[in-house]
């Protein structure tokens, strides 16, 4: 289960940190606004790597969703957090992100800023057995059939089409 006492900041819409809260003060419809990082992985192929959510995990457990997904630490940047959660969550340590945008996610019980990023990489993938269920890479055909079936995350969902149309 998620550390319901972990320290998240929160932040303004720019991302200016303005306190801090606990992720269960957070993901319990509070909408205090705290930051991600999202990375997206695309391989040569043009498919795309998607991971699935643990049933453990508090928020849209046994889903699909972005590579790599990760709150930012209390003290942390976003760059920092992007790559301790790429490495944690997949293994990979060696990669060349693009900052996409940022923007504000809104669920019925979080809101998140969340700093979007890509890369293209072929190398080895080693997802985390305490971290994910597992993961794969997925054509983008298969993604656009799974959209609206409750399979992948709402978020992932509405940042794939914004960003990858």
Known sequence: MDNQKEIFPIVDESGTVIGCATRGECHS??????????????????????????????????????????????GESPEEALLREVKEELGISTFHPEFLSKY????????????????????????????????RFWTLQEIREAIGKDVLTPNFESEFQRFFK
């Open 29 to 74: 419809g509070s909408k205090l606004l705290h930051p991600v990082v999202h990375m997206h992985i695309f391989n040569s192929a043009g498919e795309v790597y998607l991971q699935k959510r643990p049933e453990w995990k508090d928020i849209q457990p046994g889903k699909w969703d972005t590579a790599v997904g990760g709150h930012i630490d209390y």
């Open 104 to 135: 504000v996610f809104e669920s019925d019980i979080e809101r998140e800023l969340v700093y979007v990023h890509r890369c293209s990489y072929d190398g080895p993938i080693c997802p985390s057995s305490t971290e994910l269920e597992s993961g």
